[in-house]
């Protein structure tokens, strides 16, 4: 494979670019700090097609991103492949407010192998390739110039490496059947929705046990606020206030600014700064939320009471049995607040009840919720039996997406 020097030239990343358009296929990662920032900061693109490999360094000085931006978020003639691609695409999202598609995530492609539910890169390559990567580059500062050749062979190897695992499980993948599984999971991470940042949105991520109206108003107000003062100053929204200590303000608002000194998490500085007067002008302005907005449910329950959670218990089980039968990772077929959601009676909007989900586990544990499935021991193994009267199912599959063309 022919790997070029650092790219830091914009006529040299354009001609890049052009080239890689013409392939079936790109692999991209990215090397990024965000320790002390709110945004991602791009320290480094490493792109392949497997016949070439670079990195460009979106640092260098006068270098126009554009015909790499373009390429990976508007070709849509060229497949783009990801390891845990999460943070590469909110990236580019950030810097594009496209996401780049089509794509593939090996991680994801591995689950459905039977690799596990989160494989890392490096046991991903030992896997498929024998090789033990040094790791020993792998917390290095990329925002530091000028890169090292160790720092620039251990990123460009993440891209090479997967320019060959991704034929190998590619291949597997349609000698199992199973191409099209993926085509769902790959849509929903490529989806923008998942990217934008709505800090009216903020609070459905911190986790609260009162389901109050004037509780969770709190909330939503105190988690939009942090996520716009987070934004703007660019730092990690935990360093203007933990999530602990948010719930823990939207629960027990203080009286005055200065009990904000007693809060734990916060520093006696909150009882006369500037920020600690925002916050309480915050919780004073907040209303309860509307009936609307309400959650569906307490977050990790399954609204059915104990009962509810015994046959959560026992979809649970069943899930083990089906993804032990089918050597698939188990979060490949159904998560578990769906199982606490079917449990607890909900029949409308779970992925598990369409396309091949449905086929290959939620018609399963719709009988096994409707008293049509129950469990056996049979040759000391734990096995699903079926009663003699079948009824018939009160869901039916919704018509499966289209497999993508690379599958």
Same mark, same amino acid.
């Given at each position: 494979?022919?790997?070029?020097?650092?790219?830091?030239?914009?006529?040299?990343?354009?001609?890049?670019?052009?080239?890689?358009?013409?392939?079936?296929?790109?692999?991209?990662?990215?090397?990024?700090?965000?320790?002390?920032?709110?945004?991602?900061?791009?320290?480094?693109?490493?792109?392949?097609?497997?016949?070439?490999?670079?990195?460009?360094?979106?640092?260098?000085?006068?270098?126009?991103?554009?015909?790499?931006?373009?390429?990976?978020?508007?070709?849509? &003639?060229?497949?783009?492949?990801?390891?845990?691609?999460?943070?590469?695409?909110?990236?580019?999202?950030?810097?594009?407010?496209?996401?780049?598609?089509?794509?593939?995530?090996?991680?994801?492609?591995?689950?459905?192998?039977?690799?596990?539910?989160?494989?890392?890169?490096?046991?991903?390559?030992?896997?498929?390739?024998?090789?033990?990567?040094?790791?020993?580059?792998?917390?290095?500062?990329?925002?530091?110039?000028?890169?090292?050749?160790?720092?620039?062979?251990?990123?460009?190897?993440?891209?090479?490496?997967?320019?060959?695992?991704?034929?190998?499980?590619?291949?597997?993948?349609?000698?199992?059947?199973?191409?099209?599984?993926?085509?769902?999971?790959?849509?929903?991470?490529? &989806?923008?929705?998942?990217?934008?940042? &709505?800090?009216?949105?903020?609070?459905?991520?911190?986790?609260?046990?009162?389901?109050?109206?004037?509780?969770?108003?709190?909330?939503?107000?105190?988690?939009?606020?942090?996520?716009?003062?987070?934004?703007?100053?660019?730092?990690?929204?935990?360093?203007?206030?933990?999530?602990?200590?948010?719930?823990?303000?939207?629960?027990?608002?203080?009286?005055?600014?200065?009990?904000?000194?007693?809060?734990?998490?916060?520093?006696?500085?909150?009882?006369?700064?500037?920020?600690?007067?925002?916050?309480?002008?915050?919780?004073?302005?907040?209303?309860?939320?509307?009936? &609307?907005?309400?959650?569906?449910?307490?977050?990790?329950?399954?609204?059915?009471?104990?009962?509810?959670?015994?046959?959560?218990?026992?979809?649970?089980?069943?899930?083990?049995?089906?993804?032990?039968?089918?050597?698939?990772?188990?979060?490949?077929?159904?998560?578990?607040?769906?199982?606490?959601?079917?449990?607890?009676?909900?029949?409308?909007?779970?992925?598990?009840?369409?396309?091949?989900?449905?086929?290959?586990?939620?018609?399963?544990?719709?009988?096994?919720?409707?008293?049509?499935?129950?469990?056996?021991?049979?040759?000391?193994?734990?096995?699903?039996?079926?009663?003699?009267?079948?009824?018939?199912?009160?869901?039916?599959?919704?018509?499966?997406?289209?497999?993508?063309?690379?599958?």
């Amino acid at each position: 494979m022919n790997i070029h020097p650092l790219i830091t030239d914009s006529a040299q990343l354009a001609e890049l670019c052009k080239r890689l358009a013409r392939a079936p296929y790109v692999i991209v990662d990215t090397e990024f700090m965000r320790e002390n920032t709110f945004f991602p900061d791009l320290c480094l693109v490493q792109l392949s097609d497997g016949n070439e490999a670079a990195a460009v360094d979106p640092k260098a000085k006068d270098i126009d991103l554009k015909p790499m931006l373009d390429l990976l978020t508007d070709n849509e &003639d060229v497949l783009k492949i990801f390891h845990a691609g999460g943070q590469d695409i909110e990236i580019f999202y950030n810097l594009t407010g496209k996401t780049p598609h089509p794509m593939f995530d090996t991680q994801i492609a591995a689950m459905a192998l039977g690799q596990g539910e989160q494989i890392g890169y490096s046991n991903l390559v030992e896997l498929w390739l024998g090789i033990s990567l040094d790791k020993g580059a792998r917390f290095t500062d990329w925002s530091r110039r000028p890169l090292d050749k160790r720092q620039l062979d251990y990123a460009v190897a993440d891209v090479t490496h997967l320019a060959k695992i991704f034929p190998m499980m590619l291949g597997k993948l349609k000698a199992m059947n199973r191409g099209d599984w993926l085509d769902e999971e790959m849509e929903r991470i490529s &989806d923008v929705e998942n990217y934008r940042n &709505d800090p009216e949105k903020a609070w459905l991520r911190v986790k609260v046990q009162s389901r109050k109206p004037e509780v969770l108003g709190r909330l939503k107000a105190l988690a939009a606020w942090r996520e716009r003062e987070a934004r703007q100053k660019n730092i990690p929204r935990g360093r203007i206030m933990k999530d602990e200590t948010l719930a823990d303000v939207a629960a027990h608002p203080p009286k005055t600014q200065a009990d904000l000194a007693k809060v734990r998490g916060l520093s006696a500085a909150w009882r006369d700064n500037e920020i600690g007067e925002r916050l309480m002008q915050v919780v004073a302005s907040s209303k309860p939320i509307t009936r &609307d907005e309400m959650p569906d449910r307490p977050r990790g329950g399954t609204g059915g009471g104990k009962e509810g959670a015994l046959v959560a218990d026992l979809l649970k089980l069943l899930l083990k049995i089906r993804s032990r039968e089918m050597n698939v990772a188990p979060r490949l077929l159904a998560r578990s607040d769906e199982l606490d959601q079917l449990a607890g009676g909900v029949r409308e909007g779970l992925a598990i009840l369409t396309g091949w989900r449905f086929d290959q586990f939620g018609n399963d544990a719709l009988d096994l919720v409707e008293g049509r499935l129950a469990f056996a021991v049979v040759g000391g193994k734990l096995k699903m039996t079926r009663g003699l009267a079948q009824a018939s199912p009160t869901v039916s599959p919704a018509e499966p997406p289209n497999p993508a063309d690379s599958f």
